[in-house]
């Protein structure tokens, strides 16, 4: 079968395709144990500055991975090709890789199909897949930037940004039995104001397109931009700030990779040695849900596991790792095994074979007992400073956790009560540590996107003694 | 190929488009790396698919589509040009390239040894071997090395006649040693982070960089850094390594002098530039000392800019960036030139693969050695009081690139044009132009190493591409220095 067969007389590569492909796989492989992902779909992007559209792109692509094991060698290798020779060929492309391993002891066979005896199912997760999303059309993107690019001209603004929408797959086979698939659309909504000296942005996404609404987003980054026009300079310190969503969510986006357990085994995890210690603020609740309604992503891990709902921080105290299936069994060996609470597969592990072992990916903030909007936030504030968005955020110290980067697009000066200006951009250099155990008030959370970390649901924060440490020229 | 691509041109001619082009692309990667002595990742991959740019009604539209069946291609160009349309609907002035003599060529990496004929087994051996020896420093508690070889084949065919196919290898290769002790990581790699050096080479590179003879300094250096003292925090002549300077080069030359950037196109993601139009030739960049070109010829060596033909069918050009300290050129494109004076395209619109669009990136952004003969330990010597900085560990820059701030593994303290003793935790900042104005000196050729950075990220959606970058040792006056770590 070649693409074109099935992508334009069956619309998307499906489970039952992909099952027919996975067949042939097996057939061509002389392996002990074979475990096929299939990825890919449809994307479209509108971009847009300076008023204008000016790029504007779309994408089919799909793709198959093969890993193969022989005893306890294992490879994997990958291809955009579905024809029979490229099978064969990529099959073979894994089994002479695998072949000249050396043997992994700690390699596990590939999971069985029916639900294991060692891993907790997770809850269902809800239809990530919206008709309307799919089906939106370039002239449709283009009609929304046109009202976007109105706003810009009201208020003597120009702006940038991009309208996207896609459909997308991921499966996972084995054979041992086991099958998972997921579809799923996404869709997102990037804008930026400029004006002479000032700018402004908001953006959102969302697996339904519906819930994107461009004029509103559009006005947001519109008032940004004008109120923040001539900006002061101010002296660099620590400051009282309030991070908007995205801000949040740029920053401890940092952190999450350290709460796999081969980060601990690796000892390159800031919680190395500080699993079960009270490491931030009493108001801080994190937990990884694949489930929550403002999520998105598979319900399943990179060998096809559940994904299961895990309290990464409770009441400031780390609670728990998360778990690839020989991560696990892996930590139960170690000299760590009785300083990292409860050790078990969790569903976040990442194909094998790989470096980083697991992640959580589906990052949810607890609501705080009392939320404050971001209005009630800057209203309780005699002096601080209120940040739309982060940049160029990097990690300078890993076991500190300080992290370097800049504001942009909208920093204000609040004071008593109000926003009183824009003010020129600022450098921080922050430990997150210290910044998650100065939360004085949070929002309610929201699923948040920026562009530095997945996106999360995370409340807007207003935090104590942020660190900024220089200022730049604009 | 130029059958397929032919496919897309006609019926993105007859759909109503005035310029197409169709790139078919066919890749190929591999990836070992190993960790504390155990393979950490084995794979292969390859991938092969078509991308049609095309001007309709004066404006842009793309598609791709990883299907090369005739039906696919031709419906994949009418999309293009059905995605032209839609994007005229909210436009300003229509598209106008600058002119470019369309040529049929045929150009190769020159390389001595095709990285996918070497032995797996070997490789992995070689990688292992690294492993142990960092591990075998008492101190050392995590190892990792790696090693990346991949193959980029291109057939680029316009409606304005060019034919050009394109074959580019790239091989990179690594390896870093870290160690946790009390309340700090510390890590040391070689021959620089991101996965060490990176070029347009074959094999023939992994065998040149001395891989072995380094593992116990490196490892003995990351163990070092736990007892050093800490980098002072204050205002010193700085002297940075080739690698670091390489980096410097990237965020503070290289972006800013995107052309697309400049003129406001790239302002929601990777931002814009201080480096307005007005400035050309007229601002005082750096020091005399700083002469700094883009340059993707072959002469130039084997960077990761380094080509044949740009992905707009532009043959690989050298533009001098900064010449004697002043402010000379841009990087442009043909949709661009023109907003420079430039008749013609700087040749650096380039695309991650057949599926993302071409767009400006840098090629081998380099700062040229200095004439006279001058080592690094000549360049200490002559050093009274200060502080060297090797390896980046971390980099930030604002959205205009004005103020940065790095990071770099190990630092040593220079007194009396001797190195005293080692300094933990470097970093410096500072304001783009003020840095390159303090430079005063610059080693000699025997010292200019062109480094490669493997994953730049720009676009929207993203796109990973890999940069040149030549670089010297070089000194800096009056930089301020180790207040990154004040962040509790």
Redesign the interface.
């Known amino acids: 079968m ?3 067969e099935f ?2 007389q069956c619309y998307m590569l499906n489970k039952e395709t992909a099952g027919d492909i996975f067949e042939r796989i097996i057939r061509y492989s002389t392996a002990d144990e074979v475990e096929v992902l299939f990825f ?1 779909g449809k ?21 198959v ?1 093969v890993r193969t094991a022989f005893g306890q060698k ?8 579905f024809d029979d020779e490229s099978l064969k060929r ?1 099959v073979q ?2 089994e ?3 072949k ?3 043997p ?1 002891a ?1 390699l596990l066979p590939v999971p069985a199909g029916l639900p294991g005896e060692r891993v907790r199912a997770t809850a269902a997760i809800p239809s990530r897949h919206l008709e309307l999303t799919a089906a939106t ?3 449709q ?3 929304a ?2 009202k976007i ?1 109105a706003v810009a001209a009201k208020h003597n603004l ?1 702006t ?3 309208f ?1 929408t896609a459909e997308s797959l991921e499966g996972i086979f084995n054979s041992r039995g086991l099958a998972q698939w997921h579809t799923q659309t996404s869709s997102e909504l ?3 104001m ?1 004006g002479s000296n000032s ?1 402004g ?1 908001q953006k959102a996404n969302s697996p339904n397109v519906a819930n994107l609404d461009p004029l509103k987003l559009a006005d947001i980054a519109a008032q940004k931009a004008l109120e923040s026009a001539s900006p002061l300079e101010i002296p660099p310190g620590k400051y009282t700030v309030i991070l908007e969503p995205a801000a949040v969510l740029d920053l401890v986006g940092f952190m999450f990779f350290d709460f796999g357990g081969l980060a601990i085994l ?3 995890s800031f919680l ?1 040695n500080r699993v079960g210690a009270k490491l931030f603020g009493e108001n801080i609740n994190i937990w990884d849900d694949v489930s929550h309604p403002q999520q998105s992503g598979a319900p399943f891990d990179g060998e096809g596991i559940p994904r299961q709902r895990v309290q990464l921080v409770e009441n400031g105290a780390v609670a728990r790792l998360v778990y690839a299936r020989s991560t696990a069994e892996q930590m139960k060996k170690s000299e760590y095994k009785e300083k990292v609470g409860l050790i078990e597969p969790t569903g976040h592990g990442f194909p094998v ?3 980083m072992g697991e992640a959580p990916m589906n990052i949810v903030f607890d609501p705080s007992k009392e939320p404050k909007t971001v209005d009630q936030m800057i209203a309780g504030t005699e002096r601080g400073i209120l940040v739309t968005r982060l ?10 956790k ?5 504001t ?1 697009d909208g920093t204000f000066l609040v004071e008593n009560g109000k926003i009183r200006h824009g003010v020129l ?1 600022f ?1 921080f ?3 997150l540590i ?1 910044m998650l155990s100065n939360v004085e008030e949070m929002g309610t959370p929201v699923r948040a996107s920026g ?1 530095e970390s997945f996106d999360m649901v995370v409340p807007a924060m207003k935090v104590q003694d942020f ?1 900024f ?6 | 190929m130029k059958h397929i691509a032919d496919w897309a041109l006609n019926t993105a001619t007859l759909r109503g488009a005035s310029y197409a082009d169709a790139r078919i692309g066919d890749e190929r990667s591999r990836a070992l790396s190993t960790k504390n002595g155990k393979v950490s990742s084995a794979s292969d991959s390859e991938s092969r698919g078509i991308g049609v740019r095309v001007i309709a009604d004066g404006a842009w539209g793309y598609a791709a589509s990883d299907d090369l069946s005739r039906v696919a291609v031709e419906s994949t160009a009418a999309r293009a040009v059905e995605i032209a349309k839609a994007s005229s609907r909210v436009k300003q002035h229509d598209i106008q390239l600058a002119p470019e003599k369309a040529v049929s060529a045929e150009w190769t990496t020159p390389i001595q040894i095709d990285p996918f004929t070497t032995s797996v087994e070997q490789n992995i051996d070689l990688l292992l071997k690294i492993d142990s020896g960092l591990r075998s420093v008492a101190g050392v508690t995590l190892a990792e090395a790696n090693m990346n070889f991949h193959r980029e084949e291109q057939w680029f065919v316009s409606s304005e006649g060019a034919n050009i196919h394109q074959t580019k290898y790239t091989t990179g290769a690594g390896y870093a040693a870290y160690a946790f002790a009390g309340s700090e990581i510390q890590k040391r790699s070689y021959p620089n982070s991101f996965g060490g050096q990176w070029q347009n080479k074959g094999y023939e590179l992994v065998q040149e960089l001395k891989l072995i003879e380094n593992v116990r300094r490196v490892g003995e250096e990351a163990v070092a850094l736990l007892k050093a003292d800490r980098c002072p925090e204050g205002v010193f002549d700085i002297i940075l390594d080739a690698s670091q300077l390489g980096l410097q080069i990237h965020e503070s030359v290289g972006h800013p002098i995107e052309l697309d950037r400049v003129l406001g196109m790239e302002a929601n993601f990777a931002g814009t530039s201080f480096l307005t139009l007005d400035k050309l030739r007229k601002l005082r960049y750096g020091s005399d000392l700083v002469n700094i070109v883009a340059d993707a010829r072959q002469d130039h060596g084997p960077g990761l800019g380094t080509f044949g033909f740009d992905d707009e069918g532009v043959p690989a050009q050298c533009t001098p960036i900064i010449t004697n300290g002043l402010f000379t050129g841009y990087l442009s494109s043909r949709e661009t030139a023109h907003t420079i004076g430039a008749n013609r395209s700087g040749g650096t619109l380039r695309a991650e693969g057949w599926n993302r669009l071409p767009i400006i990136r840098m090629t081998n952004i380099s700062i040229l050695p200095g004439d006279k003969p001058l080592t690094r330990e000549q360049l200490i010597a002559s050093t009274e009081s200060g502080i060297y900085m090797e390896t980046n560990r971390s980099w930030s820059i604002d959205d205009k690139r004005y103020n940065f701030q790095f990071g770099c593994e190990a630092g040593w303290e220079i007194k009396n044009g001797k190195r005293v003793r080692m300094l933990k935790n470097p970093s410096y900042s500072g304001i783009t132009t003020e840095f390159w104005n303090s430079m005063d000196a610059i080693c000699s050729r025997d010292e200019w190493v062109l480094w490669g950075t493997p994953h730049c990220g720009k676009g929207q959606p993203q796109q990973v591409m890999g940069t040149g970058h030549g670089a010297a040792p070089a000194r800096f006056r009056n930089i301020k220095a180790g207040s990154a770590y004040k962040g509790n």
């Open positions: 070649t693409r074109s992508s334009y890919g994307s479209a992007l509108t971009r847009f500055a300076n008023n204008t559209i000016h790029q504007n792109v779309a994408e089919e692509n799909y793709g991975s294992t490879a994997r290798a990958t291809t955009n090709k990529v492309a894994s002479n890789l695998a000249v391993q050396h992994d700690d059309t370039p002239e993107r283009a009609e930037v046109k690019v120009t940038a940004g991009i996207s990037s804008i930026t400029l700018s942005w690796d000892q390159r190395n074979p790989n470096e940049w160029y955020i990097r990690e300078v110290d890993p076991y500190e300080i992290l370097t980067g800049m942009r951009n450098r250099n922050q430990s210290h562009e660190n440490t220089e200022v730049t020229k604009f």
